[in-house]
């Protein structure tokens, strides 16, 4: 990685110097086993570095085969033919050996060596992003373009100030900053719109890619968010491994951003965990179960699913749960011609999820604070690391329901609060459409945005998301998928054009993003920040606010 | 072992402006004897140490009268050898580190622990521990400080333990008081490893977790707490959870009255109907709201001053409130926190400079004054007094 980057630098220094006179740094040559040479000619006969091709969709030009040029990197393209000037910026998306021969020229000795060096090079493609011109007032504007730049029009890398207008269309919540090729642009943070949550978020990437790193960041900057009291949304969190609260395996947690504790609340069942002052104590009231919540779990038959839909007709109050489970009550569904065998499987379920989910009580419940403290803004983190998969999703469907009906409900009432994104850790168990999904997240994924509720999906395998539920999603955070299935049924939902990216995310390295958004005007290259160095950050941002502690009272003298 | 939990007394409160022979008021009277009745109560009960859960008093000042009374009876448990745990809260503790707390007079008294430093204070009795924490200046103070016991609970291990705190669970909080310097205990608190949560400030008995509870107050003081049962509990600490017993102190003296519906009567008519229900009630040494539903203004006032009167002499207290058929329902709206103010006034500024009210030239630095001044006002109410008025 250091090693790319030092040959990035190198490079940089070389783009700078073509002004009519293309030079090749002696540090590059020696690397490729060559004596520096340097090339002098008048501007106009330089071909390097300029738009010699292709179309409005496709901008081709070529570079030295000694330069060094990344996929990903963003040129800028200068076109003097307007009055005021106007940029053009276009994303390298592929590389290839060109030269002036034709057949099979570089194996055919010419004079002392293969080939002429300057009748050899690299063909860069670029996929145009868009046009920025000067209007009048001396503002620039970006937009998509409608034309192609005039050929020979000069191409460079594009500088931070190229760029700057990206800052101004960001959004709220900094995931990280801005890559060119595999160099940072460190002026520039890529930030998420908090506007675009309830509109869903699919977080996507194979295992080690950085997932975990990318959330525990979005969190940070929602809990920064809320504690200034800023946010839009609530942001709620079922972490089932456990790592999101103090981290793990020397990672840090959410928890450890003491500047901005005020804007988490964390509910566990991890002991360890709970004796954190920060840290609630996870119950869910039996009486807040419903029937429903029990269908999703489990693979019924026809007779147990009909069984479970008349249990609310059955048992009237919040007691069906139990009284379910008495002799008496499962008479009386016996008594609505329900067969004991389905009864007793029924009742044999009941028993097992309330022996395995200890969190559910007679008393209390968790459930209320969590949904005000989303639609407060706050992120809710529902750390359950000792519970198994099956209670994980009892658990968020639960949630789910519940946070559903109280946004509807306020949302009928004209007084909801904020919004919130309902984060679910491999979607592809639930939203994956037919056989396994859950109506419920699929329900919030099509009609949630009318009240509010949006989903965060992550998984390794977004070839396993039902395409129509996919396409709902309007941000994608890509972090690097090896799988072709997978990107393309990304680039099939996408509401930007990914198809151009498929070797950049192919090619992404661990914590490298691209991200597309629908208020960012095209899909974004991003270094995710790294969660602690962030967290560090964030945690010596501005004083410790207030009056300053005290710290308890000595009386005065008397 | 067995504690008494107690909380919010608040002994010096005075209401209604009836008086007895010698002149003191009525209502101020009825406190004291409340408080006393229950100190008889928990020594004929005998447990092994009482906790007062914060608002021994009223007011941040008592006078001498309620200083007298809370000294006679503390005084009496420690003469039965009952160990007592107070910790203070919002309407008895100084608002400014420069004030002196009411309990700084009963500090040192054998048998009695009172925690009133704005700090985490563990007070040992017998083999439990009692981890109190009284009423903090700012919110974010209760999880320091509850960070500092964490530490030392670490540090120790057997026995029992108690936690003791004044102010409203989140579960609660559409049932705040709206006083000054009610603070919010985060649900975190109620941790489900102590023996035993003991909560003031709700008036109210209510269990708030497997271990926790608000004991409520002995008296009623707002007409919301009419339903309520009042005493305190009695908790063995023995049993996990601590088996908790309500102990009633008071019989039901403050009666909510349904409302009478007045549509088109009359005032002969509704009159009759006050009667009535008033006689079946038996107004005597009781404080009564009735609500006149939809009378109209004509009826009520024409209504009988004598019999109005007559009812006012029997009861220690009777509030009629008319609600006119042609009057809307008054909204109750949500009073904005003094730390809120700079967020709201930006708020304000932007919607106001969005219409070109304020000039962009110096929009920012009015911006700027005004979030500034704000923040220096409500830093000061924080911290300076602004205790509950004597």
Known sequence: MAEMAEMANLSDERWKENRGQQSASPEGLARIGQKPQTITMDESSNPYFRIISKDVREYHFIVPSEEWVELGEIVSIHDRRVERGATFLARITDLRHDSNYDGNWDTVIRGDGFYDSDQIFCRVVAEPLGCMTKEAGGRERFRKSRTIPAKFSPVRKAEKEELRFLGEVMGDIEVGRLRNGSRDVKEIPVALHSDAMDHHMGVFATTGMGKSNFMKVFAASCMRMASSKESKFGLLIVDPHGEYIFGSKGTKGLLHLDRYREGIVCYSTDKRHLKDPSVSNLTVKRSEILPQDIEVLYDWTPAQREALEAVSRVFYGEEWLDDLLTSEGAAKMIAEGFHEKTIGRIGRTIRTILDKNRYISDLTSSIPGMVNNLLAGKVVLVDIPTLGERSELFLLSLLSRSILDRYKKESAEGSRGKSCLITIEEAQRVLGGGEGSLARFESIAREGRKFGVGLCAITQQPKLINKQLLSQFNTFVILGLADRNDRTRLEESAKQDLSTLDVEIQTLEKGEAIVSTLKIPFPVPARVHLYEEYLERLNREGSSGGRGRIGGFSPPPD | ?390
């Open chain 2, 1 to 390: 072992m067995k504690i008494v939990h107690m909380a919010d007394s608040h002994l010096g409160f005075s209401a209604y402006g009836r008086v007895d022979r010698w002149g003191r008021n009525l209502r101020e009277e009825m406190v004291y004897q409340g408080f006393s009745k229950t100190v008889d109560k928990i020594i004929d009960l005998a447990p092994d140490a009482v906790v007062h859960a914060g608002d021994v008093f009223h007011h941040v000042r008592p006078r001498i009268r309620p200083l007298y009374v809370f000294q006679q009876n503390l005084e009496r448990l420690v003469e039965a050898g009952i160990p007592v745990v107070i910790i203070s809260g919002n309407h008895d503790a100084p608002k400014s580190y420069a004030s002196l707390s009411p309990f700084t007079l009963f500090e040192g008294m054998e048998g009695v622990h009172i925690a009133h430093h704005y700090r985490y204070e563990p007070f040992e009795v017998g083999e439990t521990t009692f981890h109190t924490i009284p009423f903090c200046l700012g919110p974010e103070d209760y999880l320091e400080e509850f960070r500092k016991m964490q530490e030392g609970r670490a540090e120790t291990s057997g026995g029992k333990d108690v936690l003791v705190m004044h102010g409203l669970v989140e579960a609660l909080w559409d049932r705040r008081l709206r006083t000054v310097g009610e603070h919010q205990l985060k649900e975190s608190f109620l941790k489900s490893d102590f023996s035993y949560i003991a909560l003031g400030h709700y008036h109210g008995q209510a269990q708030v977790a497997k271990n926790g509870w608000y004991s409520g107050s002995v008296e009623y003081f707002r007409f919301n707490e009419a339903k309520d049962e009042k005493g305190f509990l009695y908790v063995d600490l023995d049993t996990d959870p601590g088996s908790v017993k309500q102990i009633k102190i008071q019989d039901e003296y403050m009666i909510d009255l349904e409302p009478i519906d007045c549509i088109g009567l009359s005032s002969r008519e509704v009159e009759g109907l006050i009667g009535s229900v008033c006689d079946d009630l038996g107004l005597k040494d009781k404080i009564v709201r009735l609500r006149l539903s939809e009378i109209s203004r004509e009826a009520y006032r024409s209504l009988s001053r004598r019999l109005l009167g007559e009812l006012r002499g029997e009861a220690l207290h009777i509030e009629i409130i008319p609600e006119f058929s042609d009057e809307p329902a008054p909204r109750e709206t949500e009073p904005m926190e003094s730390r809120d103010l700079p967020q709201e006034f930006r708020k304000f500024i932007e919607g106001e400079a969005a219409g070109e009210a304020i000039p962009a030239a110096i929009r920012d630095g009015v911006l700027a004054y005004g979030t500034g001044l704000l923040a220096r006002i409500s830093e000061k109410r924080a911290t300076e007094r602004f205790d509950a008025a004597q």
